[in-house]
């Protein structure tokens, strides 16, 4: 059974950076577009950074120019590096990855969600 485990949120001032990574583990044959959402409080869930399997991104407004994301293949992982956080960015980050468990089969993935909270 294939699950995504995230990691990397926590506490930073505004100002501040955090690295969130999301790691696909399972049988998996190969990875399609890898993304991360966000969901503050109160709000719909939010498309915030994606990155397709030939590497091309792209990025909210809210957050371009501030955030980049990256993969690495070899260790089915998604990265979203934050740079410049503000109070608007506090929330709960999800990564979403389409997982390819054989040449054919595909199923779209959520991770478990971690705390991204900017404050003073």
């Known amino acids: 059974q294939v699950q995504l485990v995230e990691s990397g949120g926590g506490l930073v001032q505004p100002g501040g950076s955090l690295r969130l990574s999301c790691t696909a583990t399972?049988?998996?044959?190969?990875?399609?577009?890898m993304d991360w959402y966000r969901q503050a409080t109160g709000n719909e869930r939010e498309l915030v950074a994606v990155i397709t399997s030939g590497g091309a991104t792209d990025y909210a407004d809210s957050v371009k120019g501030r955030s980049t994301i990256s993969r690495d293949n070899a260790k089915n992982s998604a990265y979203l590096q934050m740079n410049s956080l503000k109070p608007e960015d506090t929330a709960v980050y999800y990564c979403k990855f389409a997982v390819f468990t054989d040449a054919s089969r595909l199923v779209e993935l959520w991770g478990q969600g971690t705390l991204v909270t900017v404050s003073s």
């Open positions: 399972g049988s998996i044959f190969r990875i399609g577009y």
